[in-house]
């Protein structure tokens, strides 16, 4: 998904408080910092399920083979409490697409594609182009009729000498589709010819027209083209579409002494199918994976129950996180999640980032004991709000989320923008083992702090905060396209 959605993220620096240090978290911090710098194995478990599993789509049966290799290593790292969490998931897969363009209906000349999820299962139009140039609402509004019953040509983010705050390219889709365009081709901002895939449909479901993504050149060619004529594309393609079951994979440590109250952790085990998805979510989910690793080879018991969770069909509409989710709601368990942390494309973390100001507090009292063992920890504060990736439907549910920040940028091991859900994003991308031992090291002590301080200040939102929240940092339209505005005005 898109991890990149941040709203209102304000740097908070300048700590000045400790006051929820436990004198005894040095010593654990430092044990900490030990194990993973000596015996982390996050980088090495990665390379071993690229190897031997491939691209990890959810539904296929490279996705089971990955929900079956993270159980099997969290139950060889001496957990007890493991388990499969199964939902039923929408699967989709692509199967064939040709799409070519030219200035009559009876030239054509093929384009370099890919098809994005969850387009439809048969599709053979040709129908003329229309540029909605960066696709938003407001490209539309000036003649609401000009892209009825033809293809809309939008570009994935915002148009150089443009304004405006972008969209995610399945809330783009959508707003086609309100206009009644039968198909959307989304030019990618990448250089090089490269192609993004990635999901079409806001809520992980069958979208009624066509969705594809072609590279940056061929785009904007066609934009330059259409200023003097007019244009028309031919889409013929097959996919596959029918409900298969999937399963989130959750490792639990019960609180050692308030064990209701529970910390989750998670990353996205699936990835695309393009590639072997090593940053998208390689880096993140296979830290966690880590960080759990680490907690059972050192025995720590922090006070509240804490849940490694691998979630399943992120990429396909949060299909993991929403089922964890349903699942809390439905046991009456969501009261007792105090903080959500989500790790997808996470790569050489430095400093720290909650929804919930108040975290500030607590989380750099954990990052000043970590700056004091390694000063390259920044011990930076952020606080912000972003949609399509984990974090989402639980702080839709008003739970406190967070995470982490890098401090090296991509030749830290983010690997370049352009790989994202692009055929590139492989092992090769992750350039500096040691950014993956950071994430571990400095995350796990933050882990270990929130689930062992007697506070936390940073409290679950009721339904009204959680409203009020997610308008101050504007969510209120994309949530309005996702259909997940609950709220009437």
Request: proline residues 3%.
């Amino acid at each position: 998904m898109n991890k990149f959605f941040l709203t209102s993220l304000v740097a908070l620096t300048g700590f000045t408080a400790a006051a929820q240090q436990n004198p005894q978290w040095r010593k654990v911090f430092e044990s900490i910092n030990t194990e993973v710098q000596q015996h982390s194995q996050a980088y090495a478990t990665l390379k071993e399920a690229t190897e031997t599993i491939g691209h990890r789509l959810t539904g296929s049966k490279n996705g089971a083979k990955a929900e079956e290799y993270a159980f099997n290593l969290l139950k060889s790292y001496g957990f007890t409490d493991v388990k499969y969490q199964p939902f039923t998931v929408e699967s989709w897969s692509r199967g064939t697409l040709a799409v070519s363009v030219g200035s009559t209906a009876g030239a054509l000349q093929p384009v370099k594609s890919v098809s994005l999820a969850h387009s439809p299962v048969k599709v053979d139009l040709t129908l003329e182009v229309v540029d909605m140039g960066n696709g938003l609402e407001v490209d539309y509004q000036a003649n609401p009729a000009l892209v009825k019953d033809k293809f809309a040509l939008v570009y994935l983010g915002i148009l150089p000498g443009t304004t405006g705050r972008s969209l995610h390219r399945s809330e783009k889709t959508a707003i086609a589709i309100k206009y009644g365009a039968k198909g959307i081709i989304v030019i990618n901002t990448v250089d090089g010819g490269t192609l993004l895939t990635g999901t079409a449909s806001v809520t992980g479901k069958l979208i009624p027209i066509p969705a594809v993504c072609i590279g940056k050149e061929d785009g904007m060619k066609l934009k330059e083209q259409l200023k003097t004529g007019k244009l028309y594309s031919r889409i013929n393609m097959t996919n596959f579409s029918g409900p298969i079951k999937a399963r989130n994979v959750v490792a639990t440590i019960k609180g050692s002494g308030i064990p209701n109250e529970k910390i989750v952790i998670g990353g996205h085990l699936d990835s695309w199918d393009l590639a072997t998805g090593a940053i998208d979510n390689g880096i993140g989910s296979f830290s966690v994976l880590d960080m759990a690793r680490t907690f059972k080879k050192l025995k720590l018991a922090p006070k509240r129950t804490v849940e490694f969770v691998m979630f399943m069909g992120e990429e396909q509409g949060l299909l993991g996180s929403r089922a964890y989710v349903n699942a809390a709601i439905a046991d009456k368990s969501i009261d007792n999640l105090r903080y959500m942390l989500n790790f997808d494309m996470t790569g050489d973390v430095r400093n720290f980032s909650s929804s919930a100001p108040e975290s500030k507090d607590l989380f750099q009292s954990v990052g000043s004991i970590a700056a004091s063992i390694d000063t390259t920890f920044k011990n930076g504060f952020s606080t912000g709000a972003g949609l399509h990736s984990d974090n989402q439907p639980f702080m839709l549910q008003g739970v406190p989320t967070g995470g982490g920040g890098g401090g090296r940028g991509p030749g830290a091991g983010n690997g370049p923008a352009g790989c994202y859900h692009a055929d590139c994003d492989v092992l090769s991308l992750i350039n500096n083992q040691q950014g993956m031992r950071n994430t571990v090291r400095f995350v796990s002590m933050l882990i270990y702090g929130i689930a062992d301080t007697d506070v936390i200040t940073a409290k679950k939102l009721n339904d009204e905060e959680t409203k009020e929240f997610l308008l101050s940092h504007n969510l209120k339209e994309p949530l309005v396209l996702e259909g997940e505005w609950r709220w009437k005005d």
